[in-house]
């Protein structure tokens, strides 16, 4: 198999485009899409701080050493690293290992705070306090939250995430399946500035999940392979194999989804334009309602019976 520009040997092989690419030419082909992406989301006039959050992961990773490649040089754009501790035994050590041994390699400056600094709790002992519940339902309430807090502390413009081509339309697939409109409207990246939330972009939005995989390793990128125990719970975890069954049939079915969304993104957002928010009675971050939703899901914890 050989390289369709070259002629060298290939690495992989782009079933949605039917290109085979070498090494150079592959890693050509991704960081041009980020390139246009970032081009895209960020809009950098005068100094720009953006702030990435970086899990060590594959794709928090890889987003983080492409931006630090695009814009690392650049005077106007100062580039911090964000990790956020789930309490998660066994699984988040290592990213935090991966996380600070790139930010070593790259020279970012490196923010770390954990849930149980954030709200008291670590995700061990809430699996252990709410068994019932899907662990993956206060995990992205506190994960949202931490990484707000954070960007804001550091005074960063734009929250920088992993999200990568598959994430992006197993959402834009979850919310249609749900018929939540409202949330769909609210994907990033935002280009809507409201008070005390810092700004998502997404300069991965447009690379399938096993290219960023690709990348990082023939760019030697660290991360940590491990996955969440408590991920398979998720409701997401079964529409990224009917997502995956979708694109093995039909190559570029991914993209398709994302193009929808972008051709109907527009109209969603008038039908849903953003709520007013206004300080959390308890935590001051921004909420449509008195108390946010992490509050919230502290009150019912709190509020559980202790073994």
């Known amino acids: 198999m050989r390289c369709d520009r070259c002629g060298a040997e290939a690495v992989t092989l782009v079933r949605y485009s039917g290109a085979h690419l070498c090494p150079e030419h592959f890693a050509v082909f991704v960081e ?4 246009r992406e970032v081009r895209r989301q960020l809009h950098l006039n005068g100094s720009t701080r953006v702030a990435c959050a970086l899990s060590g992961g594959k794709d928090s ?19 911090v690293a964000l990790t956020v501790d789930e309490g998660i035994q066994g699984y988040r050590p290592p990213g935090l290992e ?10 970012l400056e490196h923010h770390i705070l954990s849930y149980r600094d954030l709200v008291g709790w670590e995700m061990d002992t809430v699996v252990s306090t709410d068994p019932e519940t899907i662990p993956c339902s206060y995990c ?5 939250k931490a990484l707000n807090v954070l960007a804001r502390e550091v005074e960063a413009d734009y929250l920088a995430t992993g999200l990568n081509l598959d994430d992006t339309a197993q959402s834009v697939l979850m ?3 749900r018929a939540d409109l409202e949330k769909l409207a609210r994907m990033g990246p935002h280009d809507h500035l409201q008070p005390g939330l810092v700004p998502r972009v997404q300069p991965l939005r447009t690379v399938p999940e096993k290219e960023v995989y690709l990348y990082a390793l023939l760019k030697e990128i660290p991360f940590s392979d491990g996955s969440c125990p408590y991920a398979e719970r998720g409701l997401r975890s079964r529409y990224r194999e009917v997502l995956f069954a979708l694109e093995r049939d039909s190559p570029g079915t991914r993209h398709a989804l994302l193009r929808s969304y972008e051709g109907l993104k527009d109209l969603l957002r008038q039908a849903h334009p953003p709520a007013a928010l206004s300080p959390c009675a308890e935590c001051d971050e921004p909420t449509v309602a008195r108390l946010c939703q992490s509050c919230r899901f502290v009150r019912r914890l709190t509020a559980r019976p202790t073994a």
């Open 175 to 177: 919310n249609l399946g």
């Open 98 to 107: 991966s996380a600070r041994e790139l930010c070593d390699r790259l020279g």
């Open 32 to 35: 041009n899409r980020v390139k």
């Open 61 to 79: 990773s890889v987003a983080a050493y492409l931006l630090h490649a695009i814009m690392g040089r650049r005077p106007d754009v100062d580039l």
């Open 140 to 144: 992205g309430v506190f994960r949202r």
